[in-house]
């Protein structure tokens, strides 16, 4: 599969995630399910033109996670990660 470039790093997707999260989740970790890199979340490759936020592996560019935002929902799928690891507040 073959995906243009025309993505920005996974920091742009920081605001979506803290309002999902309640905290800075661009120190957060995962790993790829497709291809086992572990990365932070700032390093996944983000696409912020669709109805949503995808957030792609910076090594095999397969979907870590998907977020969707309506006025009265918002949808979360991480089944592209094995695990996502965050940072305990101090």
């Not at 073959?2 to 309640?22: I, P, W, Y």
């Not at 497709?34 to 995808?54: D, F, I, Q």
Request: include cysteine.
């Amino acid at each position: 599969m073959t995906v243009t470039q025309g993505f920005l790093d996974g920091n742009a997707a920081a605001g979506d995630l803290e309002s999902l999260f309640g905290t800075d989740m661009t120190m957060a970790s995962g790993q790829c399910q497709r291809c086992g890199r572990r990365m932070m979340l700032a390093e996944a490759h983000a696409y912020l033109g669709g109805p949503g936020t995808v957030l792609r592996c910076p090594g095999c560019e397969d979907v870590l996670l998907r977020m969707v935002r309506s006025p009265q929902h918002m949808w979360f799928d991480a089944s592209g990660l094995n695990y996502l690891r965050v940072p305990a507040s101090a």
